[in-house]
Nanobody, 124 residues
Framework: EVQLQASGGGLVQPGGSLRLSCAAS????????IGWFRQAPGKEREGVSS????????YYADSAKGRITISSDSAKNTVYLQMNDLKPEDTAVYYC?????????????????WGQGTEVTVSS
């Protein structure tokens, strides 16, 4: 059974940092692309970033470039999303997703598996 366990969300002040974790199990980690989507209150869900454990390629949404870094630890079957200089507009529920693939993926329809979300609130 594929399981994606997201954690690391919380309340942080503007300009602060958070590291989200996605612990994966139930599949061959090296064959999969792991990504993050987010959904802010009243807004559509949007892709943030993804990483291929196959070829190491990454994808970043324009809103993430320069502030967010995705990384993967194959020894722990875990993908991390390091978010720096957080802004109120980063407030959202962040979801970890997975799909079998070679290169980093961008769209919701690319992904087969979704984990539960972890909530990030950026507020002073």
């Amino acid at each position: 059974e594929v399981q994606l366990q997201a954690s690391g969300g919380g309340l942080v002040q503007p300009g602060g940092s958070l590291r989200l974790s996605c612990a994966a199990s139930g599949f061959t980690f090296a064959d999969y692309v792991i990504g993050w989507f987010r959904q802010a209150p009243g807004k559509e869900r949007e892709g943030v970033s993804s990483i291929s454990n196959n070829d190491g390629s990454t994808y970043y949404a324009d809103s993430a470039k320069g502030r967010i870094t995705i990384s993967s630890d194959s020894a722990k079957n875990t993908v991390y999303l390091q978010m720096n200089d957080l802004k109120p507009e980063d407030t959202a529920v962040y979801y970890c997703v997975a799909a079998r693939g070679i290169v980093a993926l961008r769209w919701e329809d690319d992904y087969d598996f979704w984990g539960q979300g972890t909530e990030v609130t950026v507020s002073s």
